[in-house]
């Protein structure tokens, strides 16, 4: 596995770090300066999110099958929203902002080689 993250407005990048590493980490995520992870397995799929604590994205890729996905929750609120990170603005659906406790469990089952919950709903990432 490799952990890529921002520490201090500076890229930082992990081989095979512990479980526990990458949840301290993640629990210092803020818009100013630690705003962005990204783990990628040996197979190239990678979950990565961006924001702050409390309004924050998740993207999941799978190499193989070539999808992208912005991860969020079951609900009819899909009214476009922005929030932020040190790169900018993200523009995503309100569904889709999520918070720290999604991403440790997001990211805790990756690391696991587990499947996404059943609890997120994934919509196909499209550049825009």
Do not use: W
Not at 62 to 73: A, E, F, R
Not at 90 to 109: D, P, Q, R, T
Request: with cysteine.
């Amino acid at each position: 596995m490799l952990f890529e993250y921002e520490k201090n407005y500076e890229k930082q990048t992990v081989e095979n770090p512990p479980l526990e590493f990458i949840m301290r980490q993640l629990n210092d995520i803020t818009i100013r300066g630690n705003s962005y992870f990204i783990l990628t397995n040996d197979l190239g799929d990678f979950i990565q999110c961006a924001g702050a604590k409390l309004r924050l994205t998740i993207e999941y890729k799978n190499k193989l099958g070539g999808t992208h996905y912005i991860l969020g929750l079951e609900n009819n609120n899909r009214e476009p929203i922005s929030i932020n990170f040190s790169g900018g603005p993200i523009v995503i659906k309100k569904n889709e902002v999520l918070n720290i406790k999604h991403a440790i469990n997001l990211f805790s089952s990756f690391y696991r080689k587990e499947e996404i919950p059943k609890k997120y709903v994934l919509r196909l990432f499209q550049q825009e």
